[in-house]
């Protein structure tokens, strides 16, 4: 059976790209014949001017085959294009965050706050989700009788992705080819927020995402602190999502470094970046 929704973006990856479709394939797979009995879900999406994409992820948050209720929230950054009507097409919840007052981890936790149920998947609106059992994969790891607090996945390229993107996707996807792990220690990419599930519970108890990481890192900081609590962080491959941002070699490389250093500690967001990142993206995360 066929669970992808997007096999020919699986398929981009330079070299072990039909390789890639099938093993993702066969971890959904794995994942449907689960049958976990788990609790509702809340989707969390940050936006910013991107109405069509933002429409293209609900279709896959609709498609989804899951076991219990999905909610969707959506926190957008005071968005002037038809996100509103696409937001009330899709019965879903609009939390609104003013444009001067965006921060990542701001965007993050109002989301979280938003959010009716303890499973909440985070993603931003220019992902999409890789298959039709993406949030069935995740939650099947938030059983009442474990201790995970979180579960993440690779990241799978999109139309727009570079050849950089794609050729990067060869060392970081190769996760598609093993099974859900326990992952011990929260490194560069753990629990990335444009396609991670955690629990609500745990976030509030270990203080939400700190909103000092105004660049970005946060969810890697609360990774981290997941781990000294004792809590379990998974990776799940079937968990994964298709996002990119389209850079060149260089900027690629730019941008890695400042993922890096976002990693190491807590960076102010001034005016200029968050033009910057508006302009380049179009986007909100």
């Known amino acids: 059976m066929n669970h992808l929704l997007h096999p020919e973006l699986v398929q981009r990856i330079p070299v072990i790209g039909d390789r890639a479709a099938i093993a993702l394939n066969d971890r959904a797979e794995e994942a449907a014949t689960d049958n976990t009995i788990y609790g509702p879900i809340t989707v969390g999406i ?10 293209r992820l609900l279709q896959d948050v609709a498609s989804q085959v899951v076991g219990s209720e999905v909610e969707v ?4 950054n005071e968005s002037t294009d038809h996100t509103r009507d696409v937001v ?3 019965n879903a919840q609009l ?5 001067g007052e965006f921060t990542y981890p701001r965007s993050m936790n109002l989301a979280m706050q938003a959010a009716s149920h303890d499973t909440v998947f985070l993603t931003v609106a220019h992902a999409l989700l890789s298959n039709s059992r993406t949030l069935h994969a995740g939650a099947r790891h938030f059983r009442p009788d474990d201790n995970v607090a979180g579960v993440y996945a690779t990241v799978l390229p999109t139309e727009n992705a570079s050849k950089a993107d794609r050729w990067l996707d060869i060392l970081y996807d190769r996760g598609l080819f093993k099974p859900p792990q326990v992952v011990r220690k929260a490194g560069l990419g753990v629990m990335g927020a444009t396609g991670a599930m ?5 976030w509030h108890e270990l203080g939400q995402f700190d909103e000092s990481y105004q660049t970005g890192g946060e969810d890697t900081a609360l990774a981290r602190e997941m781990l000294a609590n004792g809590y379990e962080i998974m990776s799940e491959p079937a968990l994964s999502v298709h996002h990119a941002h389209g850079l060149g070699f260089l900027a690629t490389v730019k941008e890695l470094k400042g993922f890096a250093d976002t990693v190491r500690g807590p960076r102010s967001m001034n005016s ?6 508006q302009s380049r993206f179009g986007v909100s995360g």
């Open 272 to 277: 200029n970046a968050l033009v910057t990142r």
């Open 73 to 76: 929230v959506v926190v957008d």
């Open 95 to 99: 939390v609104t965050l003013p444009r």
């Open 46 to 55: 940050r936006t910013f001017n991107e109405a069509p994409k933002l429409e």
């Open 198 to 202: 955690f629990s609500k519970a745990v």
């Open 88 to 90: 009330r097409e899709y």
